[in-house]
């Protein structure tokens, strides 16, 4: 097509950009690219459907492994065991009575309850990041505990930022005129991007500390050592297999794999054969590491359904049921009947 | 990033220093023991507390961080990297950990028989290694860190 005038118009627009990139200098498209991937990366059009059901699975979830905590042993301490983070001293923490971290917890558990079942979503994802924040911190300031509850925080603030209840929600039926989900959209897409980065930076972090403590050590002797008390109950024969296992190659392997595993696990933010075989790898790790060391790191797996494409997958299972459906009348009725 | 380069805890941004420290079995290594003290017929008798109900929720672990074993073990590596460690740090920790003794030990048993803590001791114990043997494992070394006296 000649270019300019009624014609140009006519081009369609992959073309025009098209056009527009070779009138840039290489430097420019350079950078024109990196903004197209960039934006592509973290604004996907994704379906409103996949947050909402992401949204109400992450709540269950948490709901389940974590609502049974109580909290109020922490608030009935003496202060004298109490050592500040830096960060509650810059905020001038507080210490809640027993009385009222109880009142705290039941108004978290509510909040969990309210953001599963998508009810007064934003209000409700507010409350439970920061009774989280403050209850987990609570224990922080007297003791150590695992680091498995903190991906929760950043994933209810994004769903309380995001427009996480236009789908599969209360709100969304309550307030259907101002809650009315446009099809796919970048407005669902950064959150769950954001969420599924939040769960492989967890692993990726995790490598790198230990690189810095014990260097690539770590994946040679840091499980034989962590593995040596299953030597405690074992019989002497078993104490010769194990002992065998443990300080030869396979246990040096899994090792080597665990870490190699976690520094590969921002892979698993790349739809297809990456996610396809980082994130189950991921998540049988963390079973395994709940199983041996008794590390309760289940809480995090509530961001694993923000990775999976659930309406393409409720297409893919419709289609399937309407097959079956149409094969089941094929059968029955084939005569003709 | 700045807690994984500075090696620090900005919670809840933190530098996930657990399991990160290679630690061998088989070589000597350090642990927390904290022994109460009662006083009965005027003699003082240490009483070991690790693992004991009623220094809940504080249990062998939790305990052993909450009096900075991971700093001092891991030259602040690990957890609790921002702690001060100090003679008067201890001296606090002791003084609480002593307070819940007591308050739970009242709370659990008649008042009429149970006997309360008099003071509190931390020590801190070496053993040659971890692995199996047919005897209880003995430490090679031991040292006290502080201690903790009611009205002192």
């Given at each position: 097509?000649?270019?300019?005038?009624?014609?140009?118009?006519?081009?369609?627009?992959?073309?025009?950009?098209?056009?527009?990139?070779?009138?840039?200098?290489?430097?420019?498209?350079?950078?024109?690219?990196?903004?197209?991937?960039?934006?592509?990366?973290?604004?996907?059009?994704?379906?409103?459907?996949?947050?909402?059901?992401?949204?109400?699975?992450?709540?269950?979830?948490?709901?389940?492994?974590?609502?049974?905590?109580?909290?109020?042993i922490w608030g009935d301490l003496p202060i004298e065991l109490f050592y500040p983070l830096p960060f509650m001293r810059l905020i001038n923490y507080p210490v809640a009575s027993a009385a009222t971290v109880?009142?705290?917890?039941?108004?978290?558990?509510?909040?969990?309850?309210?953001?599963?079942?998508?009810?007064?979503?934003?209000?409700?994802?507010?409350?439970?990041?920061l009774l989280t924040l403050y209850l987990w911190t609570l224990m922080y300031g007297f003791s150590q505990e695992a680091h498995g509850s903190i991906p929760l925080i950043f994933a209810m603030f994004v769903l309380a930022v995001s427009r996480s209840a236009d789908s599969f929600s209360i709100d969304s039926f309550l307030f259907r005129s101002r809650r009315k989900p446009t099809g796919a959209s970048p407005n669902y897409g950064w959150p769950t991007r954001l969420i599924c980065c939040v769960y492989v930076l967890m692993f990726f972090g995790s490598a790198v500390t230990k690189l810095?403590?014990?260097?690539?050590?770590?994946?040679?002797?840091?499980?034989?050592?962590?593995?040596?008390?299953?030597?405690?109950?074992?019989?002497?024969?078993?104490v010769a297999i194990i002992d065998f296992f443990l300080n030869h190659l396979p246990m040096k392997v899994v090792g080597m794999s665990t870490?190699?595993?976690?520094?590969?696990?921002?892979?698993?933010?790349?739809?297809?054969?990456?996610?396809?075989?980082?994130?189950?790898a991921l998540i049988i790790m963390q079973l395994m590491i709940f199983e041996v060391m008794g590390l309760e790191f289940r809480p995090t797996f509530g961001l694993i359904p923000f990775f999976i494409p659930w309406s393409a997958?409720?297409?893919?299972?419709?289609?399937?049921?309407?097959?079956?459906?149409?094969?089941?009348?094929?059968?029955r009725f084939g005569d003709g009947r | 990033l700045t807690a994984l380069a500075l090696q620090k805890e900005f919670w809840p941004f933190s530098h996930?220093?657990?399991?990160?420290?290679?630690?061998?079995?088989?070589?000597?290594?350090?642990?927390?023991y904290v022994y109460g003290l009662i006083e009965k017929n005027g003699n003082l008798t240490e009483l070991l507390l690790n693992g004991s109900p009623q220094l809940g929720p504080f249990n062998p672990g939790k305990l052993k961080q909450t009096l900075g074993y991971a700093k001092t073990t891991y030259g602040g590596r690990m957890w609790g990297s921002y702690m001060e460690i100090s003679d008067e740090f201890y001296q606090s920790k002791l003084r609480g950990l002593l307070k819940l003794y007591n308050r739970n030990l009242k709370k659990s048993a008649d008042l009429n028989t149970v006997t309360p803590l008099v003071g509190i001791r931390l020590y801190e114990v070496e053993f040659p290694d971890k692995l199996p043997r047919p005897a209880p494992l003995q430490p090679s070394k031991v040292r006290l860190i502080a201690e903790w006296r009611e009205g002192r």
């Open positions: 097509l000649p270019s300019g005038g009624k014609a140009d118009s006519l081009k369609a627009p992959e073309l025009r950009a098209r056009d527009r990139t070779r009138a840039l200098s290489p430097v420019q498209s350079f950078w024109l690219g990196v903004q197209r991937a960039w934006e592509s990366f973290w604004y996907p059009p994704t379906q409103p459907f996949d947050l909402g059901f992401g949204r109400f699975l992450f709540f269950a979830w948490v709901l389940y492994t974590t609502g049974r905590r109580d909290f109020a109880e009142i705290l917890q039941n108004i978290w558990r509510l909040s969990l309850i309210f953001g599963c079942i998508g009810f007064l979503t934003r209000i409700s994802a507010l409350v439970a990041c810095i403590n014990s260097g690539i050590e770590w994946g040679l002797y840091a499980l034989t050592n962590i593995f040596y008390q299953f030597r405690f109950r074992a019989s002497p024969r078993a870490l190699l595993l976690e520094l590969a696990a921002p892979l698993a933010l790349f739809p297809g054969w990456p996610r396809v075989i980082v994130l189950p997958l409720r297409q893919v299972l419709a289609r399937k049921a309407r097959s079956w459906r149409d094969g089941f009348r094929e059968v | 996930f220093p657990m399991y990160s420290v290679t630690v061998d079995y088989r070589k000597p290594f350090k642990t927390y």
